[in-house]
């Protein structure tokens, strides 16, 4: 009797694994059901789920190529890493696109079966790079997936093709073992969604076992990993993205507000699962419409908005342009409006799903004439909550359409989020007028002297009944008005109304030297993750480097000036060519530098680390003994 293999497993602290296949591999949902797995287990996530652009790019093509990465820790992750420590890939076209990411002696899993002539010339290659020694750099795993899943199938009554589909599943089985990972969440996951196809659901969970088992029994393997649970605050946690946690934070804020949500989009990516969540929700009194265009969604959100719901649109880019004068009548009608723009790689159609943060001046300035209005932007997938929950505090206090800026990167990552209770949400006090005051006509445009908000009445209140449109009114009367003195007092107190929400809003924070230093990296949005672990770094290597993230566009926190005129230099990198850079300087006179990145790819750290580098920031100790003198 042969004695039992042992192999031994290593503790590390954290692992970056990406899953890449063709866009019909089920790489998404692999990516996400480990991520869930490692979740319940109690690890730190971050993730970064990469599709591809060409919604039905040619079998085994380098367009047709579809990532998922996933860093999972047992400490605070802000990322999903830099660069994969393991990779599976099921085809050639995966292995040309994602290898160079690799780290050198990284974990590589290739489907061999998957590695045929045909494939190997679609994806550009002279010879089988499994067998050419061109792999050398890595600790190689060829596994005939293709073959053993046909294998673990043979008694399914399913097609060859539908055997197929289960590759995934044996991928995410084999991983599963490799990394400790145990299988009875994806096993319940699978019994619930197959349930009405009960030969999927038991071929899924066949697959899931052989890749399981195949680590368990190939003598392929000398070690296998684990990473354990991270050290997290008490609390219930689930995974959220982005574009889950906007959609809770509008719905919370609808409840907290005492009114229902309405939401009316059109279908784009990234923005789209927005609209599809809120959808889901109609229990809670949500009513979603999908319009047949984007101006038609913000048409019927600002009909909403001023029949008193709390009212909201969805799109990324290309449709914020579309809606641009519907948006500029908002602002005009002074109504409490949220936009939620989810930026894509531009410009006009573009990367639509890759990310981008080059909408910034688009939101501040992307309209006719003087068109202010709030913008903010959240920095995690779960910030999206808190900034959803925000924009509407905002809207309905000042009476204001508020656009939220997310991107790509946000909507679609995930992360453990603290789930909040309800009762310890803030209230948003919203006040319907019921009479005028006094005897005579409704006042449409008179305003509260804190605030200048007006009064939110709602059509068909008996004696408030009022007209607002697209010409420019009289202040306090709402008449239409052609005077000249009129629209500028009014373009000013528009402006004014928008300025006058910097003191209603948190001071900006400094992470490192409070007081001033050297080096200031200003960020904004979902660079947030990439520059506070490249400064922390920074600031664990002795250097006099700080770091700021603005969550506040429009306005900028009243005391944003004064922090970066007590920093010797500033950096700002976004991913576009400057925009945030360009507002600065012209704000605030100061010589800004950029790094800027427009690949359809979030910053890595070493990028903003690399760059602190080249800067060459004083010592702390030296920036300490400056101040001192």
Not at 312 to 317: F, I
Not at 595 to 622: C, M, T, W, Y
């Amino acid at each position: 009797m042969s004695e039992t293999r042992r192999i031994a497993v290593e503790d590390l602290d954290n692992i970056v694994i990406r899953f890449a296949g063709d866009s019909g591999d089920g790489m998404q949902l692999t990516g996400m059901q480990f991520t869930d797995t490692s979740a319940i287990l109690g690890n730190d996530i971050s993730t970064l789920p990469d599709f591809p652009a060409e919604i039905r790019a040619p079998a085994g093509s380098l367009a047709g190529v579809s990532g998922f990465q996933v860093n999972f820790s047992n400490f605070d992750i802000r990322t999903p890493g830099d660069a994969p420590t393991a990779l599976v890939v099921m085809n050639p076209a995966a292995l040309k696109t994602n290898l160079s990411d690799l780290d050198t002696g990284g974990i590589l899993i290739a489907n061999e079966d998957a590695f045929t002539p045909d494939n190997l010339r679609q994806a550009g290659y002279a010879a089988n790079p499994l067998e050419d020694g061109g792999l050398k750099a890595y600790r190689l795993y060829k596994v005939p997936i293709t073959k053993l899943v046909d294998n673990a199938l043979k008694e399914s009554p399913l097609t060859f093709r539908q055997k197929e589909r289960c590759k995934n599943f044996f991928a995410l089985g084999l991983a599963y073992w490799m990394f400790s990972r145990p299988l009875e969440s994806t096993l319940k996951w699978i019994k619930e969604k197959f349930k009405k196809n009960p030969d999927m659901a038991d071929a899924n969970v066949r697959a899931l076992n052989a890749g399981f088992y195949y680590g368990e029994t190939t003598e392929s393997f000398e070690v296998r990993y684990q990473v354990r649970k991270a050290k997290i605050a008490p609390g219930t946690y689930r995974k959220i993205t982005g574009n889950e946690a906007m959609a809770l934070g509008l719905l919370c804020a609808a409840e907290k507000a005492g009114t229902h949500l309405f939401m009316a989009g059109y279908p784009i990516t990234p923005a789209s699962d927005i609209l599809h969540e809120l959808a889901k929700h109609r229990k809670f009194g949500v009513k979603t419409f999908q319009a047949e265009d984007e101006i038609s969604a913000i048409g019927a959100a600002i009909g909403a908005a001023f029949g008193g719901a709390l009212a909201v649109t969805a799109s990324s880019g290309p449709g914020i342009a579309l809606k641009g004068e519907a948006i500029g009548l908002a602002i005009m009608l002074e109504l409490p409006l949220v936009i939620c723009d989810v930026q894509r790689g531009g410009p006009s159609t573009g990367l639509p799903t890759k990310t981008e943060q080059a909408d910034l001046l688009q939101a501040i300035c992307g309209r006719n004439s003087e068109s202010p209005l709030a913008v903010i932007a959240p920095a995690t997938p779960g910030e999206c909550f808190d900034m959803a929950f925000e924009a509407f505090r905002i809207a309905t206090k000042y009476m204001t359409p508020v656009m939220i800026l997310s991107d790509g990167y946000l909507a679609n990552g995930a992360e453990p989020w603290a789930v909040r209770k309800l009762e310890d949400l803030p209230e948003i006090p919203v006040v319907h007028p019921t009479r005028t005051n006094g005897d005579g006509a409704f006042l449409p445009y008179k305003r509260d002297p804190r605030t200048l908000a007006r009064p939110w009445a709602i059509p068909g209140t008996p004696g408030l009944e009022h007209r607002i449109g697209g010409i420019e009114k009289a202040d306090v009367t709402g008449n239409v008005s052609y005077d000249p003195d009129n629209h500028e007092h009014m373009v000013r107190t528009r402006q004014a109304k928008v300025d006058g929400i910097a003191a209603d809003i948190p001071a900006l924070e400094i992470f490192g030297s409070p007081s001033g230093g050297d080096l200031l990296v200003l960020g904004w949005g979902s660079t947030y993750g990439a520059i506070a672990s490249a400064v922390e770094q920074a600031r664990q290597d002795g250097m006099d480097v700080s770091a700021a993230h603005l969550r506040y566009m429009n306005p900028f926190p009243e005391n944003l000036g004064d922090v970066l005129k007590s920093f010797g230099r500033v950096l700002i990198p976004e991913m576009n060519l400057g925009q945030l850079r360009m507002l600065v300087r012209a704000r605030f006179l100061v010589d800004a530098m950029g790094l800027n990145k427009v690949k359809g790819q979030p910053f890595k750290i070493k990028e903003i680390f690399q760059k602190i580098l080249d800067l060459r920031p004083k010592s702390l100790a030296a920036g300490r003994r400056a101040a001192v003198a």
